[in-house]
């Protein structure tokens, strides 16, 4: 599985944008690109997945430039119940039994 | 829907003591994990089964056992505990071969090991 690497940790203001880079520069041609996110005391939870150039949903949004090599999360005007680690993990969509996760990005949202 | 379900949601163990922790899901997947999370740690897969009736180690398996009972529920043992293991453990389930790279977690189990 191709390693990622992001920021330990991010601080960001309420009803900003907040854009988390991960970059993952040995990922495979079959390889997508998926993010979870993670309240204390929870399991993590399934926020996006994508394999090239964007991908959006209610929550939020995934920018892939077309050498794949990095990704960003793009989470729009946050607010204090987004502060969570937020995990970056690359992989196959298929035989995905073998997810890993580092340690992710704390992201702590400031009143 | 209940999603994944674990028990229990505590528990506190002597070294050398044995236990069970219960997943179960109700989504009707074909794959399920457990992975275990230290503090400030990202999660490390120990066990998954890929289908009812099969299990392969994952990252961090010594030390643990699993049985996949059938295919809503998946335990993982702890033959003689140590203080090591003193973790969270999560379990996971998804559709294999699916399109997305999607996993659906139970709320954890806090282990600790004295």
């Known amino acids: 599985l191709a390693k990622t690497t992001q920021p330990i940790s991010m601080d960001s203001y309420e009803g900003q944008e907040v854009n988390i880079t991960c970059s993952h520069n040995?990922?495979?041609?079959?390889?997508?690109i998926t993010w979870y996110q993670q309240f204390p005391s929870q399991g993590p939870r399934f926020i996006i997945q994508?394999?090239?150039t964007k991908v959006t949903n209610e929550v939020a949004s995934l920018f892939i430039p077309a050498d794949r090599k990095s990704s960003t999360l793009s989470l729009p005007r946050v607010s204090l119940s987004d502060t969570a680690v937020y995990y970056c993990?690359?992989?196959?969509?298929?035989?995905?039994?073998?997810?890993?996760f580092g340690t992710g990005t704390r992201l702590t949202i400031i009143p | 829907n209940a999603g994944v379900t674990q028990t229990p949601k505590f528990q506190v163990l002597k070294t050398g003591q044995s236990m069970t922790l219960q997943c179960a899901q109700d989504?009707?997947?074909?794959?399920m994990y457990w992975y275990r999370q230290d503090p400030g740690m990202g999660l490390r897969l120990i066990y998954y089964s890929a289908s009812e009736g099969t299990t392969d180690k994952g990252e961090v398996p010594n030390g643990y056992n699993v049985s996949r009972l059938n295919k809503r529920e998946f335990s993982l043992r702890l033959e003689s505990a140590a203080p090591s293991q003193t973790s969270v453990y999560f379990c996971?389930?998804?559709?294999?071969?699916?399109?997305?790279?999607?996993?659906?977690f139970g709320p954890g189990t806090r282990l600790t090991v004295t």
């Open positions: 040995n990922i495979a041609t079959n390889d997508y």
């Open positions: 989504m009707n997947h074909n794959s």
């Open positions: 996971a389930s998804s559709v294999t071969e699916s399109p997305t790279y999607e996993q659906y």
């Open positions: 994508g394999y090239k």
């Open positions: 993990l690359v992989g196959p969509s298929f035989g995905n039994e073998k997810l890993t």
